[in-house]
């Protein structure tokens, strides 16, 4: 059997060296005597490790509104009627292009998006401070600095997991 530090594990799995103590701290993957089991950890892994969905997903590409051209011969003498149309005609095809992406779900209105990030940082403000009522009790009770330490690092952990789980909807 074959056993490997944090950083050689994280090699093996293609993932950072933090992951791999995240996922120790997290209780996600079982340690012993500072060594990994990587074929156990692989199975620990695979089952105790939620995938982040925006994790290799491709970015959106940017919209090519410098493909709406007109040729230089097709355009207009400067300050002419002509050339004003010509404007007016290549800005709404650069507006219609932004709309049907926004209608594809590319891109959201600034609105929606300040709302969403207003309501995660209120929700990630409430689950943190409630994290010193749920613990207070327990650790009055603890006068060992590392079992403390360890238990709000886990109630922290368990805190962000719950916040990366957020849906804009749900607030």
Same mark, same amino acid.
């Given at each position: ?5 944090q950083a050689e594990y994280a090699r093996h799995r293609g993932c950072s060296a933090m ?13 012993? #005597? ?7 950890? #692989? ?5 105790? &490790? ?39 005609? &290549? ?18 209105e600034l609105s929606q998006v300040k709302r969403a990030a207003g309501a995660l940082v ?31 690092e886990a109630e922290i952990d368990e805190a962000l997991a719950e916040l990366a789980r957020?849906?804009? #909807?749900?607030?």
């Amino acid at each position: 059997m074959v056993y490997m530090n944090q950083a050689e594990y994280a090699r093996h799995r293609g993932c950072s060296a933090m992951a791999v103590s995240k996922a120790v701290k997290a209780g996600r993957i079982s340690i012993r #005597d500072g060594q990994i089991d990587p074929a156990v950890a #692989d199975q620990e892994w695979a089952r105790n &490790t939620r995938v982040n969905p925006n994790e290799h997903q491709k970015k959106p590409e940017k919209p090519n509104l410098g493909a709406i051209r007109v040729d230089s011969e097709e355009q207009a003498p400067p300050g002419s009627m002509a050339q004003a149309q010509l404007l007016h005609e &290549t800005a709404k095809a650069r507006k219609a292009v932004l709309e049907a992406e926004r209608m594809e779900g590319k891109y959201a209105e600034l609105s929606q998006v300040k709302r969403a990030a207003g309501a995660l940082v209120s929700a990630a403000k409430m689950r943190l401070r409630a994290i010193g009522n749920k613990l207070a009790p327990e650790l009055a009770m603890d006068s060992n600095p590392a079992a403390i330490q360890a238990k709000v690092e886990a109630e922290i952990d368990e805190a962000l997991a719950e916040l990366a789980r957020w849906e804009p #909807d749900a607030a």
